[in-house]
C-alpha cells in the first residue's frame, strides 16, 4: 500500500527559507509514473493546491501566492518529492500536504488527489 510521509517544516524566520520532503513507499510502488502535488491549509482555510510535478518532472505549475519564490522537484531513484520555499512571508504559514495522483499530470485540485501524506506544519514567525 502506498504511504506518503513528509518532512521538513518547522519555524523560520520571514524571508527565510525550507525545504520540505514528500517520501513514498509502499510494495511494488513506483513514483515515476504518478504526479505529486503539494498542498496548504491555513488555520480558518479550506486546503488549496500551491503546486504539481509531472511524472518524470518535466512540467510543474504554481499558485500565484507561491510563483517564483517555490520550486518543486523530484527524484524518482529515491521515490521523493521536494518543494523549495524561499522567501518566505508569514502567510505562508500552513500544514503542508503532498499527495498523488494516478495520472502523469494534473492540477491542483485536492479532488484530483488520491492517497495524501500526514502533512508537516510550516511556521513563519519573528
Known amino acids: 500500500q502506498l504511504q506518503l510521509v513528509e518532512s521538513g517544516g518547522g519555524l523560520v524566520q520571514p524571508g527565510g527559507s525550507l525545504r520540505p520532503s514528500c517520501a513514498a513507499s509502499g510494495s511494488g510502488f513506483t513514483l515515476d509514473y504518478y504526479a505529486v502535488g503539494w498542498f496548504r491549509q491555513a488555520p480558518g482555510k479550506e486546503r488549496g493546491g500551491i503546486s504539481c510535478i509531472s511524472s518524470g518532472g518535466g512540467s510543474s505549475n504554481y499558485a500565484d501566492s507561491v510563483k517564483g519564490r517555490f520550486t518543486v522537484s523530484r527524484d524518482d531513484a529515491k521515490k521523493t518529492v521536494y518543494l523549495q520555499m524561499n522567501s518566505l512571508k508569514p502567510e505562508d504559514r500552513a500544514l503542508y500536504s503532498c499527495?498523488?495522483?494516478?495520472?502523469?499530470?494534473?492540477?491542483?485540485?485536492?479532488?484530483?488527489?488520491?492517497?495524501w501524506g500526514q502533512g508537516i506544519q510550516v511556521t513563519v514567525s519573528s
Open positions: 499527495a498523488t495522483r494516478g495520472a502523469s499530470w494534473g492540477g491542483r485540485r485536492p479532488v484530483e488527489y488520491d492517497h
